[in-house]
């Protein structure tokens, strides 16, 4: 397999431990981004009362756009690297499965994809291809 296919084997074979943790991750996400909510409806609602004219959903409107442009910038980077911290601590010693290989392979029709592209470039010149797809 190629460095692509064992990280997706190594995924797969580790999925129940990756499952459990994006749940939990996926619940504090929700929750943190619903209190980020709950603090900025305050000051929301003073700068939509600052605003002339009346628009009283506007509070509202703010405060959700914030809380969520809050949960895309800061707390889902967060919980990407949670999962990453997971995922290797994990793998750690661990070798992708035969097993599990033909499991996905048999699924997948992606994963064969990806491992002949690894195939070939690591049987290739050995470097990366550029964007054209060339191997430099």
């Known amino acids: 397999m190629g460095v692509g296919a064992d990280g997706a084997g190594l995924y797969a074979q580790n999925y129940p431990t990756m499952l459990k943790n994006a749940a939990w991750l996926t ?3 929700y929750l943190l981004a619903f209190v ?10 003073l700068i939509v009362w600052l605003i002339p004219g009346g628009w ?3 509070g509202f ?3 959700l756009i914030f809380a969520w442009a809050v949960k895309a910038a ?9 999962m990453m911290q997971v995922y290797f601590r994990a793998i750690t010693g661990q070798s992708p499965d035969p097993e599990w290989d033909a ?3 048999g699924v997948s029709r992606k994963f064969v994809e990806l491992k002949e592209k690894a ?5 290739g010149r050995g470097t990366a291809p550029d964007k054209g797809g060339a191997a430099t």
């Open 56 to 58: 009283a959903a506007g």
């Open 74 to 82: 800061l707390i889902e980077p967060f919980a990407i690297a949670c």
């Open 103 to 105: 499991r996905i392979s």
């Open 27 to 29: 619940a504090i996400t």
């Open 119 to 123: 195939a070939q470039w690591m049987g």
């Open 61 to 63: 409107v703010f405060a």
């Open 36 to 45: 980020v909510f709950l603090v900025m409806l305050a000051p929301a609602a």
